[in-house]
T-cell receptor, first 109, second 115 residues
Framework: KQEVTQIPAALSVPEGENLVLNCSFTDSAIYNLQWFRQDPGKGLTSLLLIQSSQREQTSGRLNASLDKSSGRSTLYIAASQPGDSATYLCAVEGPALIFGKGTTLSVSS | GAVVSQHPSRVICKSGTSVKIECRSLDFQATTMFWYRQFPKKSLMLMATSNEGSKATYEQGVEKDKFLINHASLTLSTLTVTSAHPEDSSFYIC???????????FGEGSWLTVV
């Protein structure tokens, strides 16, 4: 059974810092990996999707990497802003999306 | 715009009653739909996978008689919480795709409060 783990569970940083969120999964037989953002009381916003054959994806200040063989992914956020404060969820697809517990990020101004 | 619509976004019901949540794919045929629930400050837990025209496949620990899932058409799946209790209060969210390996789109989620 697929298990997804995210570290750290919570992170507080001052504005402007670069940061890395980590995700690991136990079964490497995945279709793809996605990173989502969830604001309190809201639904999900898809940030980046990495196909199983890809190693990374970039969107603006976000960069996600995937090492399928080792079961790891990282989400890199450059020059963090207070608006980045949210919970970031990692999910692997195969076939359903299985989610980690998330990393709650707080960026202070 | 949204490609998966979920309704209602918020619902309050009395303990013992049943409540239905709808999940619609707006511009594609959703061969597969997934239902998740999320407790406050917790992650999303997969409840069941439904394929159009087939019985839903429930995850371990999810009561299929309590959480009835119907996926009778390629654009609509419903989750009915039967004989709801306060502990069923949660955020329920659906997702849909055209099939394995295709993009999975999420609905906006439904907040259920059982009083």
């Amino acid at each position: 059974k697929q298990e997804v783990t995210q570290i750290p569970a919570a992170l507080s940083v001052p504005e402007g810092e670069n940061l890395v969120l980590n995700c690991s999964f136990t079964d490497s037989a995945i279709y793809n990996l996605q990173w989502f953002r969830q604001d309190p009381g809201k639904g999900l916003t898809s940030l980046l999707l990495i196909q199983s054959s890809q190693r990374e994806q970039t969107s603006g200040r976000l960069n996600a990497s995937l090492d399928k063989s080792s079961g790891r992914s990282t989400l890199y956020i450059a020059a963090s802003q207070p608006g980045d404060s949210a919970t970031y969820l990692c999910a692997v697809e195969g076939p359903a999306l299985i989610f980690g517990k998330g990393t709650t990020l707080s960026v202070s101004s | 715009g949204a490609v998966v619509s979920q309704h209602p976004s918020r619902v309050i019901c009395k303990s013992g009653t049943s409540v239905k949540i709808e999940c619609r794919s707006l511009d594609f045929q959703a061969t597969t739909m997934f239902w998740y629930r999320q407790f406050p400050k917790k992650s999303l837990m997969l409840m069941a996978t439904s394929n159009e025209g087939s019985k839903a496949t429930y995850e371990q620990g999810v009561e299929k008689d309590k959480f009835l899932i119907n996926h009778a058409s390629l654009t609509l799946s419903t989750l009915t919480v039967t004989s709801a209790h306060p502990e069923d209060s949660s955020f329920y969210i659906c997702s849909a795709s055209e099939g394995a390996g295709n993009t999975i789109y999420f609905g906006e989620g439904s907040w259920l409060t059982v009083v």
